[in-house]
Nanobody, 126 residues
Framework: QVQLVESGGGLVQAGGSLRLSCAAS????????MGWFRQAPGKEREFVAAIGWRTGRTDYTESVKGRFTISRDNAKKTVYLQMNSLRPEDTAVYSC???????????????????WGQGTQVTVSS
């Protein structure tokens, strides 16, 4: 069983930056692929970014490429999401997730993840 706790959300002006963290406990963190998802009010949950456990391969949704960076520190059992050049449309609750069985083809699918955090609110003002 893996527990995930996100932090780092908040209110920021458009063009600003935030770094989200997701701390894991339980399980073997280094063997889990990790993902970030977001959900805005009235919208479906959306894939944001993912990082593989073995090669560290990353994947991003098109709208955040060049602005967001996912990384992981296995020693600290933490995954990060550095968000730069934030836009009002990035406003959402951001959640991290962990998966043992993910593949390149399924990195962006919420159903491929086994464990989820509670989420942290990110609000970008215009």
């Amino acid at each position: 069983q893996v527990q995930l706790v996100e932090s780092g959300g908040g209110l920021v002006q458009a063009g600003g930056s935030l770094r989200l963290s997701c701390a894991a406990s339980g399980g073997t963190f280094s063997s889990y692929s990790m993902g970030w998802f977001r959900q805005a009010p009235g919208k479906e949950r959306e894939f944001v970014a993912a990082i593989g456990w073995r090669t560290g391969r990353t994947d991003y949704t098109e709208s955040v490429k060049g602005r967001f960076t996912i990384s992981r520190d296995n020693a600290k059992k933490t995954v990060y999401l550095q968000m730069n050049s934030l836009r009002p449309e990035d406003t959402a609750v951001y959640s991290c997730a962990a998966s043992r069985g993910i593949t390149i083809a399924t990195m962006s699918l919420g159903s491929a993840y086994d464990y989820w955090g509670q989420g942290t609110q990110v609000t970008v003002s215009s």
